[in-house]
């Protein structure tokens, strides 16, 4: 088990020989914004400035869109892909020249990459075969391991007779047989149906509880971040956007792209919102309804002087409530069970509501259809404020 450093760790892709000829001359510009990354004299920038101190015994996961360069950094880590600048500490060793084999770590690939030809135990023998451990302790660690995962009575199949997620159970009992310091795993769940991945995420939980070491996670499921990580690392064009447990990042967003990332729905925003003070505390204006903020954003706001201003408003769709305030009209109804979502048209811009049906009516339920109208508030402790010019939380 370790603890993992990561110092200002950057990943850049030369160009190639034609992208080279093509290139401008110095004294022109000399970067460009191109898909979103950053095309410098030396290639295109992948992963910028990334640092991280990482626990030993630690869930980390690394989350966001594709092509954020999660991925790349989680290869990098791993000896599969190598690092242009920075450095990186498995424990107390820099590990930047050191080979993929002699870093003492295990990835699990979200193509399960299994050997076809061999059986279920013999996949999960190998790199101990590699290693020339004993017969009889590959044999103890190949059958605890299967039980962890129950795939026991699979032991003698070849993955072909398997189904993706017991597919996905071997490809994490051959990581975990040796024992690695680090467990690396990229985007394992994607290729399973939605139940069989809700259910695969708690036998990942439990495993953590067993195995007993450090985790790096890539997924670009925001859920499943949510659910696995102790911290989460949401990236964005290369760049960290934001570092906390679930709590925070959901609570505390940093900024828009991190409140509109995380959660589900996501983040209503208001753009034609205003920050006022009314009787010297702050308060949100939009439309024709005044809301107060509360205790804890008062203070952090007057910590940051922030001023009056035009802001971008976000209120999550569960935290608005039906109630006298502003109106609108509802477009789509989506009964949900013990909820209801509401795409509301109104003040011009499409509003997404999750209201509990669970102390409601069936007729109270039924009035909430297409085309009804409905009033909607939220309470001032709910309510996050963002920076129109540059996007980020004015109580950041």
């Keep these: 088990m370790a603890s993992l450093t990561l110092k200002n760790i950057k990943k850049i892709y030369p160009h190639s020989d034609d992208s080279k000829k093509k290139k401008k001359k110095k004294d022109e510009q000399p970067t460009e914004k191109k898909a979103n990354l950053q095309v410098t004299d030396k290639g295109v920038v992948a992963v910028q400035e990334f640092n991280l101190e990482i626990a030993d015994k630690e869930f980390i996961v690394l989350v966001g869109p594709s092509g954020c360069g999660k991925s790349t950094t989680l290869r990098m880590i791993a000896g599969l892909e190598e690092i242009s600048e920075g450095e990186l500490y498995i424990g107390d060793r820099l590990v930047n020249d050191v080979a993929p084999k002699d870093r003492d770590i295990a990835m699990v690939f979200q193509n399960y990459a299994l050997y076809p030809h061999m059986t279920v135990y013999d996949n999960m023998a190998f790199a101990l075969k590699l290693r020339h451990t004993p017969k009889d302790e590959i044999d103890k660690k ?39 310091q680090v467990m690396l795993m990229d985007e394992p769940l994607s290729n399973l149906d939605a139940k069989l991945r809700n259910q695969m995420r708690a036998e990942i939980i439990k495993l953590r509880e067993r195995i007993n070491t450090t985790f790096i996670y890539v997924t670009h499921d925001q859920t499943e971040a949510m659910t696995l990580g102790d911290r989460i690392v949401i990236m964005k064009d290369g760049f960290i956007q934001q570092i ?140 996050h404020v963002f920076s129109k010019e540059t996007g980020i939380n004015l109580e950041a």
């Design 142 to 180: 190949v059958r605890e391991a299967a039980e962890i995962l129950d795939i026991t009575q699979y032991l003698g199949r070849k993955p072909k007779a398997l189904s993706g997620g017991q597919r996905q159970r071997v490809a994490i009992g051959r990581a975990i047989v040796r024992a690695p």
């Design 244 to 383: 906390g447990t679930p709590q925070e990042v959901f609570n505390h967003p940093y900024n828009l792209f991190v409140a509109t990332f995380i959660g589900t729905p996501q983040m209503n925003m208001f753009e034609n919102a205003k920050l006022v003070k009314v009787d010297g505390k702050y308060a949100v204006k939009l439309d024709k309804l005044t809301v107060t903020l509360s205790d804890e954003k008062q203070a952090k706001l007057a910590a940051n002087n922030v001023a009056e201003q035009d802001v971008v408003l976000g209120v999550r769709p569960e935290h608005i409530e039906l109630g006298e305030g502003i109106v609108g009209k509802v477009d789509v109804s989506e009964m949900m069970g013990s909820s209801v979502h509401l795409h509301v048209t109104s003040m011009g811009r499409d509003v997404v509501l999750v209201v509990s049906t669970m102390n409601m009516t069936g007729a109270e339920v039924a009035a909430l259809s297409n085309g009804s109208t409905v009033n909607f508030t939220f309470p001032g402790h709910v309510c």
